[in-house]
């Protein structure tokens, strides 16, 4: 719960809210304009945007940030983490309404408030987690970028960067070494390779691939030769690979 707490933007989050708290309030849907004075009716919409609020961010954090969707476009993950959170939304709208009206749907009536809670829910939640609307970092915004292109880059955490430096294999994951950490995933290290197509890099050796712009010199002891890394580590070059690695080292100098 505290790590995605500490993914939400706040300011944005506040804003966003404030405004909906306020266009709802002078709007008011579902007879509301009509049936409670000014200061009932924001206290009404106040409390149900921040209860909704509560649900659709987490879980949608949670969606956009889940490993095991990574290969899902970010617009995907984020609606379905808008309909899982549209079910607790309706309760909490049926919760508050009967809290401050009195009011108990019946059945058939719910099914309309489920679908206004998601649109609703929908576009609160894309107006703080989708660009052009957030604002995002130039590393988040080049890192939106990749994950279009490079599936590979969704399985990896926001904590350790998208700037990779190398992937090497290990056993049945695959340890992926950036410039602000390392972590290990799941994943063969062919299926690696394949959803890097698209990012500036190289595979050296069959349990080692490489950034291009991580490689820092070449080595030899005895026999074998080495990459150097920005990170001051040694990778292995196999000879299959040995010549389109000489010709990355030319292009840099």
């Not at 984020?78 to 009195?102: E, H, K, N, Q, T």
């Amino acid at each position: 719960m505290r790590v995605l707490l500490e993914k939400i933007h706040w300011p944005r989050l506040v804003l966003v809210a404030v405004i909906a708290v306020v266009l709802f309030t002078f709007l008011g849907p579902f007879n509301t304009y009509l049936s409670m004075p000014l200061f009932r009716r924001l206290m009404f919409w106040a409390v149900l945007v921040a209860g909704n609020g509560l649900f659709f961010h987490l879980i949608v954090i949670y969606t956009l940030n889940n490993k095991r969707l990574a290969n899902w476009p970010r617009i995907q993950r984020l609606l379905l983490g808008c309909f899982i959170a549209s079910f607790p939304g309706v309760l909490v709208f049926l919760a508050v309404d009967y809290w401050f009206r009195g009011l108990v749907y019946i059945f058939p009536h719910h099914l309309y408030l489920w679908l206004t809670v998601f649109v609703i829910g929908t576009g609160i939640a894309y107006a703080n987690f989708m660009p052009p609307f957030a604002k995002l970092s130039k590393e988040a915004k080049n890192s939106e970028i990749d994950l279009e292109k490079i599936p590979f880059l969704r399985r990896i955490s926001n904590e350790i960067g998208y700037s990779l430096i190398s992937l090497s294999m290990q056993d049945h994951y695959v340890e992926v070494i950036t410039s602000k950490g390392r972590e290990l995933v799941h994943l063969t290290f062919a299926d690696a390779i394949r959803e890097l197509k698209n990012y500036p890099g190289t595979q050296i050796h069959r349990s080692h691939w490489i950034s291009n712009d991580a490689i820092s010199s070449l080595s030899r002891e005895g026999r074998a030769t080495f990459v150097e890394t920005i990170d001051g580590r040694k990778l292995p070059i196999s000879a299959p690979h040995q010549k389109r690695v000489n010709m990355l080292i030319a292009n840099k100098t």
